[in-house]
């Protein structure tokens, strides 16, 4: 390394540590679960989404079925239609008392942020030879500054565990398809990026890898599947289980499309909140049509603008909410990267500016979003987010329409 990039190195990786202090020491000033805390935002995806799932599970109960979850537990939420190998993935982290458990999934998510911030680096070295741990210090240090790598400590979600899986599928498809597989699988673990990614891995040949990745997360969930099929009396009541778990989910302000408090930044959603509009089966289309028109262009883009459309099209064709946006840091890395050195020609300029759009979420501070809201309104700052990063998607079209592969 050369005396400036050492110094880059040295001041990324001190301001990194500032901002890790800032973002991980929630994690063990957060107060024990009660039913008069419900309201604590602090790690309340790890309690409501991890912790007490788990606990439920390993009770001999149902964690899908939100009645016993809300008789057993103090849980906001109800804990969605995870991958059920989720419960056996991350019990260790159930398995101590919940203080424990958080900080200890705290310190492991943030590890998983520095892995994505790897993932970014190998991906901007495929195209330009640059030191690869200054690289990784840089993305590392803007993630945890950044307001979505900070909410994913300070919530407690899963998304970096997901986001890296989902990098990593994109990345490893041709030269480790293997990799590639798991890596897919992992990203199953919330069927709404498994699912699209699935679809679009296949569109772009890589046929395997789609089809392994996707056996993996059915082989991985299948024994809990039998386990509680078993232990509910049937696959019937299973599936009433299941479907108390949907209606719920769609009687509830966190995830209704048309709720004024619902975190979602996908194409219907965003088409609500801007226009008040939300037809009928009308996400089953968006869906549709934007898993259709991204697959029809990836295939001959120039690799990482494909890589940046195949990420944003999983983000805004179903339902997803700002820190979702995570699954992106590597290709963002790259294309950034490409366009500094080809800015200048055809379909570059719409493929950064897709780039810059898809910074605002990530640009959003604390106290800025709490100003917006306090004087625009609670549904101001998601939906700007939302404009940018279903903009980024149509910008990132039109780069991977002229950006061709040689």
């Known amino acids: 390394m050369s005396r400036r990039q050492r110094l880059v190195l040295l001041?990324?990786?001190?301001?990194?540590?500032?901002?890790?202090?800032?973002?991980?020491?929630?994690?063990?000033?957060?107060?024990?679960?009660?039913?008069a805390v419900l309201g604590e935002e602090r790690l309340q995806d790890f309690r409501d989404a991890l912790y007490f799932p788990i606990r439920e599970f390993l009770a001999g109960g149902n964690p899908y079925d939100p009645a016993a979850m809300f008789a057993h537990w103090p849980v906001r939420q109800d804990f969605n239609l995870y991958q059920p190998y989720h419960l056996l993935l991350h019990a260790p982290f159930a398995l101590p008392g919940y203080r424990v458990g958080a900080v200890a999934f705290t310190f492991f998510s943030l590890l998983l942020l520095i892995a994505l911030a790897?993932?970014?680096?190998?991906?901007?070295?495929?195209?330009v030879p640059v030191p690869f741990a200054v690289t990784t210090a840089v993305v590392a240090a803007l993630l945890v500054t950044s307001q979505?790598?900070?909410?994913?400590?300070?919530?407690?979600?899963?998304n970096p565990l997901i986001s890296l899986g989902a990098a990593g599928a994109v990345l490893a498809r041709r030269d480790r398809p293997g990799w590639a597989a798991v890596a897919l699988a992992l990203a199953w673990l919330k069927p709404q990026y498994g699912f699209p990614l699935a679809v679009l891995l296949f569109a772009r040949g890589s046929r395997r890898v789609a089809l392994l990745g996707t056996a993996?997360?059915?082989?991985?969930?299948?024994?809990v599947v039998v386990l509680l099929v078993v232990r509910g009396g049937g696959i019937g009541p299973f599936l009433d289980v299941v479907v108390a778990n949907l209606d719920h989910a769609r009687g509830t302000d966190y995830g209704a499309v048309d709720s004024v408090t619902a975190q979602r930044i996908d194409v219907a959603a965003v088409l609500f909140r801007v226009?008040?509009?939300?037809?009928?089966?009308?996400?089953?289309?968006?869906?549709?049509?934007?898993?259709?028109?991204?697959?029809?262009l990836i295939r001959k883009a120039k690799e990482p603008v494909a890589d940046l459309l195949t990420l944003l099209a999983v983000v805004v064709c179903v339902v997803h909410q700002p820190g979702d946006v995570l699954i992106a840091v590597p290709a963002m890395a790259a294309v950034a990267t490409l366009w500094w050195h080809h800015r200048g020609e055809r379909g570059w300029g719409a493929a950064g500016?897709?780039?810059?759009?898809?910074?605002?979420?990530?640009?959003?501070?604390?106290?800025?979003?709490?100003l917006v809201v306090s004087v625009l309104g609670s549904r101001t700052a998601v939906t700007v987010d939302g404009v940018a990063v279903v903009l980024a998607w149509g910008l990132a079209v039109v780069a991977a329409s002229r950006v061709r592969a040689p």
């Open 353 to 370: 500016l897709a780039v810059l759009a898809l910074a605002v979420p990530f640009a959003h501070l604390y106290t800025v979003d709490s």
């Open 11 to 35: 001041l990324a990786t001190l301001a990194g540590g500032l901002s890790t202090w800032h973002a991980v020491s929630p994690s063990w000033r957060v107060p024990l679960p009660t039913p």
């Open 216 to 223: 993996i997360a059915a082989a991985a969930s299948l024994p």
């Open 275 to 296: 226009t008040g509009w939300a037809p009928s089966g009308g996400e089953l289309v968006v869906l549709a049509g934007v898993l259709v028109a991204s697959a029809l």
């Open 148 to 158: 979505v790598g900070k909410a994913q400590l300070f919530v407690g979600q899963v």
């Open 118 to 127: 790897a993932v970014a680096a190998h991906a901007v070295r495929r195209y």
